[in-house]
């Protein structure tokens, strides 16, 4: 199958309107799919709108959408219409406080937990189920290294990012069997208007060995397949910081599920 046949007609790219969610866009649209482009700003998206449909030929839709409010998911819904949604990218998701737990208002922590763990859920959900019943699909949750375990300055964005890397994991066995790909994309340092006025904001450039937003959809979209991990800048067998490599964790992902269904005599 093309990459159309596969993910099309129609993707859905949360946080599209500007670094690697935008560039999400571009490729999708260069393979033929259209999207429904959701952020809070409306003039990025709706630029981005019209360079795709000038360049490609394809239709957009652009949502404003707040993803941490406790509707967003149902507004998403609501942009989508009776659209058939063969991809769903969840890009936003960076950390907008970088400050210690306790300096920041508890409300801020809320609102990423909300638009990191409540409306990505939902939006899976939502999109998912329709994936399955028609036996194709993608989901790709877009993730950080922060996935992997608590650091300083950043408690609930791991929390939020362990989440998605746990629900991946699972989704990938419970959807692959229904030609469903799922995917985490654990970004490392990347090339953001958003990387880069975090680290303006603490005087700071962003570092010359991170990786362009290009690059980094490239390689997700190239390894939405062969989920349920990809680790940026790591080989599937190459382990990182946290000692375990993608192939690894999509052996215990497998090796569990071998064990539980002859626990139940499902094999
Ligand atoms: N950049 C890095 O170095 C890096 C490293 C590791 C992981 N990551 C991950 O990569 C992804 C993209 O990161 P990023 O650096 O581009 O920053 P980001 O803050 O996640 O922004 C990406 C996009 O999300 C949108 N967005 C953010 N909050 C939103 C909200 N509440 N509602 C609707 N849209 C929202 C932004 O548009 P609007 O402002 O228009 O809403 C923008 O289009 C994130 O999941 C992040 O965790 C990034």
Redesign the pocket.
Known sequence: MTFAERYGPWAVI?????????EFARQIAKEGVSSVL????SE??AALAAEIEAEYRLRCVTA??????PD?AERVFEAVGDREVGLYI???????NGEAFLDAEVGAWI?LVQ??VM?VLKCTHGFAGPMKARGRGGIML?????CYGGLAMMGP?CGS?AFNLCLAEALWAELKPSGVDVLT???????????RR?MAAKGQS?PED??S?YD?ARVGLERLPYGPIKN?GEEDDQTGMTNQSAAQRRERVVAVQRMTREMMGQD
């Open positions: 949360a946080g599209a309107s500007e670094g690697t969610g935008r959701i952020a809070r700003r990025p998206l404003c959408v707040d993803l941490a409010a967003a969840s890009n936003a998701g960076g950390d907008p609102d638009r990191n409306t877009v993730n950080s290294g922060a964005y990012k994309l654990v970004m490392s340092k990347t090339d953001t208007p958003e990387f975090y962003i991170s990786a937003a980094v940026w």
